[in-house]
């Protein structure tokens, strides 16, 4: 005996498709809101990260890998996880109450204070300028171009990019510039490491066994968790209009920024490891590794080393000045905007010039130790670092700054764990100097 199946309706049938049809298209929209809620507010995150992948910050990844190996991978993830959590505090900071770093600690603690504050930066920030410009004119050197038109070119059509563009335009080449940093990534799988040494270096810390690698190390806590890093995602978040409402997506734009900031570095330490520190050759410049690369892993890891090198000091010889700018007309009271109207005079663009103009004349000066410098700008952020976050995790959990989005007592106690953290690695430093 045989059984028929029995059949739906024919408009049941109709119905249930027309409902997967709506719920698909549904899901498209959705799918297509969250993008364009994304790309809406994208911008902060993605540029304070990748542009900690400076040419200082090169040069302490190369120095990182050529001279300890593997050994101290780990410091480039630990340090990504503390910038995830402090610019996402930064980004909070400035959605909530709409003013940069410099203006709430001059808001909270006195004038006097902000000054300081604006000082403090100006210092630190000062040596990572003129390691930007000395990346450009690296990069330059490998082509063959001087020192001095190098640096002189770049300066001036950044100045003309920042100074004349509007927001949008400025952020556009930004994004353009920081997309370059992506053949670093290629140079690390070009330079045929061993995989497995190196998952083992990144997550398994080891303690540096001499001075030069504690060095190392702070420097790189300084390089990737920079002071003006946080600086800058406060005040460019303020200047986008990040408020409470789009955070969700802000959240978005950080991790995705601080994680491919990471990755960048990472690949950086490792095509070094893997060739350099296996060839036993010393280098003092990203240049240098640049060139030694050429007889270890071929001649594209060289041209997709120098390429990269131009643009992330592009990028990060806009953005160190334009953070430092925000600083300093926060701190003087003045407006803080790449929008201004720049056939008028404002403290944000005579600032950004001055410094623009002291980077390429610095690095135009013959027979200067820039390498020197860099390197040990990044071990000033590291010193300046913990007073920074401080000061961001006594901000972030006033209440009377914050309102209702003051951060709960489970995020400040995981942040004041953090700094302890900072802390203990700059004492390892200095322990270091002292024994």
Not at 288 to 294: F, N
Not at 319 to 333: D, L
Request: overall charge positive.
């Amino acid at each position: 005996m045989t059984h028929r199946a029995k059949r739906a309706p024919a408009h049941a049938v109709a119905h249930h498709g027309r409902g997967i049809t709506v719920r698909f298209a549904a899901m498209r929209l959705a799918g297509a809101g969250a993008l364009a809620s994304f790309l809406a507010v994208r911008g902060p995150g993605l540029l304070a990260g990748l542009s900690d992948d400076d040419p200082a910050g090169i040069t302490t990844y190369s120095i990182l890998g050529a001279e300890h190996g593997y050994r101290l991978l780990w410091i480039i993830p630990a340090s990504t996880i503390l910038l995830v959590q402090f610019h996402l505090v930064a980004v909070r900071l400035g959605a909530a109450t709409g003013k940069g770093f410099v203006a709430l600690v001059r808001e909270r603690w006195g004038r006097h204070w902000g000054y300081a504050a604006v000082l403090g930066l100006l210092f630190a920030n000062f040596g990572t300028i003129c390691a930007e410009y000395a990346g450009v004119a690296a990069a330059g050197s490998l082509i063959g171009l001087p020192a001095w038109l190098s640096a002189m070119a770049a300066g001036t059509l950044i100045t003309l990019v920042v100074v004349l563009g509007s927001f949008a335009r400025v952020e556009k080449v930004l994004l353009a510039i920081s997309a370059t940093l992506v053949l670093y990534v290629v140079d690390g799988v070009l330079a045929g490491p061993v995989w497995a040494e190196v998952a083992y270096g990144s997550v398994v810390p080891r303690l540096p066994i001499d001075r030069a690698g504690w060095i190392a190390l702070a420097a790189s806590l300084g390089t990737t968790l920079a002071p003006w890093g946080l600086a800058f995602i406060q005040s460019y978040a303020v200047d986008k209009k990040i408020t409470l409402a789009t955070l969700r997506w802000e959240r978005v734009d950080v991790i995705v920024g601080s994680v491919l900031t990471g990755v960048v570095g990472l690949a950086i330490a490792v095509a070094c490891a893997a060739t350099l520190y296996r060839a036993g050759v010393h280098i003092e410049s990203a240049g240098d590794a640049a060139a030694a690369l050429r007889p270890l892993a071929g001649s594209f890891a060289t041209l997709f080393f120098g390429v990269g090198l131009l643009g992330s000091s592009l990028l990060a010889a806009a953005i160190v000045p334009i953070a430092t700018s925000y600083s300093i007309a926060e701190g003087v009271g003045e407006p803080a905007s790449l929008g201004l109207d720049s056939r008028h005079f404002h403290w944000f663009y005579a600032a950004f010039v001055g410094l623009t103009v002291a980077g390429v004349s610095v690095v135009a000066l013959p027979g200067l130790p820039l390498i020197p410098l860099i390197y040990s700008s990044q071990v000033l952020n590291a010193a300046v670092l913990p007073l920074h976050i401080a000061a961001l995790l006594l901000l972030v959990g006033n209440a009377d700054i914050m309102g209702d989005a003051r951060a709960s007592v489970g995020a400040l106690v995981r942040g004041w764990i953090s700094f302890a953290l900072v802390l203990a690695c700059l004492g390892g430093l200095t322990w270091s100097w002292i024994s």
